[in-house]
């Protein structure tokens, strides 16, 4: 595979913005052995920011679609998005190669996940962004039902 003209770096955001890192791990291209992505390093005294930045949000979260309903049309439009960039071909062979840089594939089975993942985009982003969240609902109160049940019946047994 032909060389990069650069190298990337994976920077840091905290608090809306994209922060650098004077310490940086190189990881190599497996395709060519040339360095491929620089990943910053943040050591321990560097943390204080992201700290500051985890307690000031929501337990809740900032995207959850209990809070905010209208996530689900954002979701289900982001879903749209992605899977309609995914359908064109030079965008699906750029994720392909993407893939078999850092996982051992042919392209022809890179290509597959790039696919099956552009399936279930199309999938997802009609109603399934609003059943995922009731289905995970169900379940969340199938299994503190079941609980209820099960403490009923250890109270039921206990001598009063």
Not at 11 to 34: A, C, F, R, Y
């Amino acid at each position: 595979m032909k060389s990069l003209s650069s190298t990337f770096i994976v920077m840091s955001i905290v608090q809306g913005k994209w922060i650098g890192s004077s310490n940086h791990n190189t990881l190599l291209d497996p395709l060519n052995g040339e360095p491929f992505i620089k990943v910053a390093e943040v050591d321990e005294s560097g943390t204080q920011p992201f700290v500051d930045s985890l307690s000031q949000c929501p337990k809740h979260g900032l995207h959850n679609p209990f809070k905010s309903p209208e996530r689900y049309l954002l979701y289900g439009d982001i879903s749209t998005k992605a899977a309609h960039m995914l359908a064109l071909p030079k965008v699906a062979d750029f994720f392909a190669r993407l893939i078999q840089r850092v996982a051992p594939k042919s392209y022809q089975q890179a290509a597959g996940e790039v696919f099956v993942t552009r399936k279930f985009l199309e999938n997802f982003c009609g109603d399934q962004v609003h059943y995922s969240l009731h289905h995970f609902l169900f379940w969340f109160l199938a299994i503190s039902f079941n609980n209820l049940v099960i403490l009923e019946g250890m109270f039921s047994k206990m001598p009063i």
